[in-house]
């Protein structure tokens, strides 16, 4: 037996383990199928092989706590159930993933949407829909339970789970530690930043120093400060939800929603249908042009929508929905050929970028070159000269997936914008 398949005598096969006899169907005096056995165990084999392939966070559970500071400030607590896929048995895990006012709070829904869109974050039942992901938490964060005062208490120490980690074996190992004790005395607790550098336990109030705590924890995967689920336990007792603590309700308004469109740079060719790399151009309006191998929302709600939704709250989802609108990047219209794209050599600091720069250069022979360190020039003369050298010698000086630093692209009015 392997893989939860038995082996039946006279050939019955199931995938529950051992059955009863005469369960099922049995042929007298009929041996087993070596040959079926095999195709059973291979099979047992590749489910389990792709289930567990690709790493995804599970996520089962979100929950929302807050309390007001005694300075007037209302503070979140951001707790999720989860499991990571590929790692067994599944045994979920309750950790503060967020802390902080609401601004820093939505960034981190906005970033989680993002992990949901690129398949990082799933549910048990399959894929997450970042939209619903979005609305999911407002609806929590509407009516999130109310915390009485706790105790949280700092230890600066080498231990897993420390508070305030040191990290002996790096070059900065006292980073976390000179942190927590900049911000005590940035909050007026100087007092205790002899014991914290002691490696003595410090303890602190929740409405008190809930500003000082926000200081030097953030959330998971972001900034210089400290992952949250060091300092935050999820609480055994709150007084239920209380609307009081919810943040502003969002508005969202469609006519503040900026100008976006997405173009193809080139024609899809054999290589570019086979390997998915025809390049694209995500314009938004009042953000830097963005070049990617696939339009895909991850990317874009990384980049964009957190902005978005910190300048105008509500539009996540809608800036979410337009860009769907913008559909696919096979369908997109061929970039006009008088879009100026001006690239500065001074930012290309790859080797990769700087032999592609190297190459325009000499493929455009100088035009548009109005000194060696920045090049102006076309899309038009870029696809004249790559007609000249084969397709993959030739690309545009801009790692794809990321904000073109030494790229710019200009795209003639005429072209439209959604």
């Known amino acids: 037996?392997?893989?939860?398949?038995?082996?039946?005598?006279?050939?019955?096969?199931?995938?529950?383990?051992?059955?009863?006899?005469?369960?099922?169907?049995?042929?007298?005096?009929?041996?087993?199928?070596?040959?079926?056995?095999?195709?059973?165990?291979?099979?047992?084999?590749?489910?389990?092989?792709?289930?567990?392939?690709?790493?995804?966070?599970?996520?089962?559970?979100?929950?929302?706590c807050a309390f007001r500071t005694t300075a007037g400030t209302v503070m979140y607590l951001l707790f999720e159930s989860s499991y990571e896929?590929?790692?067994?048995?599944?045994?979920?895990?309750?950790?503060?993933?967020?802390?902080?006012?609401?601004?820093?709070?939505m960034d981190w829904i906005i970033r989680s949407a993002a992990s949901a869109a690129g398949g990082m974050l799933r549910s048990p039942r399959?894929?997450?829909?970042?939209?619903?992901h979005l609305k999911s938490y407002r609806r929590a964060l509407a009516a999130p339970e109310w915390l009485d005062d706790f105790k949280v208490t700092l230890r600066a120490s080498t231990e897993f789970k420390a508070s305030i980690p040191l990290y002996l074996d790096e070059e900065d190992s006292y980073r976390n530690l000179d942190l927590a004790a900049r911000?005590?005395?940035?909050?007026?607790?100087?007092?205790?930043?002899?014991?914290?550098?002691?490696?003595?336990?410090?303890?602190?109030?929740?409405y008190r120093d809930g500003e000082l705590l926000a200081a030097i924890y953030d959330d998971c995967g972001s900034g210089s400060l400290i992952a949250p689920w060091r300092a935050f336990s999820p609480p055994w007792?709150?007084?239920?939800?209380?609307?009081?603590?919810?943040?502003?309700?969002?508005?969202?308004?469609?006519?503040?929603?900026?100008?976006?469109?997405?173009?193809?740079?080139?024609?899809?060719?054999?290589?570019?249908?086979?390997?998915?790399?025809?390049?694209?151009?995500?314009?938004?309006?009042?953000?830097?042009?963005?070049?990617?191998?696939?339009?895909?929302?991850?990317?874009?709600?990384?980049?964009?929508?957190?902005?978005?939704?910190?300048?105008?709250?509500?539009?996540?989802?809608?800036?979410?929905?337009?860009?769907?609108g913008l559909g696919s990047f096979e369908d997109a219209p061929l970039a006009p050929g008088n879009t100026v794209f001006k690239i500065d050599r001074n930012k290309v600091v790859t080797t990769w970028q700087k032999e592609t720069y190297e190459k325009l250069c000499t493929l455009l022979k100088g035009r548009f070159t109005a000194s060696y360190d920045l090049m102006m020039t076309t899309l038009q003369d870029v696809r004249i000269a790559e007609s000249t050298a084969e397709r993959d010698n030739l690309r545009i000086p801009v790692k794809p997936g990321h904000d073109s630093g030494s790229c710019r692209a200009t795209v003639p009015e005429h072209a439209g914008r959604g």
């Open 85 to 105: 896929r590929n790692v067994y048995p599944h045994d979920l895990s309750v950790s503060c993933v967020a802390y902080g006012p609401i601004a820093r709070i």
């Open 126 to 132: 399959g894929e997450i829909d970042p939209i619903l």
């Open 183 to 206: 911000e005590f005395a940035n909050h007026g607790r100087g007092d205790l930043v002899a014991a914290l550098q002691a490696g003595q336990p410090v303890e602190l109030e929740a």
């Open 237 to 324: 007792f709150t007084r239920g939800p209380d609307r009081t603590l919810a943040p502003p309700k969002a508005k969202p308004d469609p006519t503040t929603l900026p100008g976006m469109q997405l173009y193809r740079l080139d024609e899809p060719t054999e290589l570019t249908r086979q390997y998915h790399h025809s390049v694209n151009l995500v314009l938004v309006d009042g953000f830097e042009p963005r070049f990617d191998y696939l339009a895909t929302e991850g990317p874009f709600i990384n980049s964009v929508v957190g902005r978005l939704e910190a300048q105008h709250p509500g539009q996540a989802e809608l800036a979410i929905e337009r860009f769907r």
């Open 1 to 64: 037996m392997d893989g939860g398949f038995a082996v039946l005598p006279g050939g019955c096969y199931t995938p529950h383990g051992p059955a009863r006899m005469g369960a099922l169907p049995r042929r007298r005096n009929a041996a087993p199928s070596a040959i079926a056995a095999l195709s059973i165990e291979r099979a047992a084999f590749r489910g389990r092989y792709e289930e567990s392939s690709m790493g995804a966070t599970v996520l089962c559970k979100k929950r929302v």
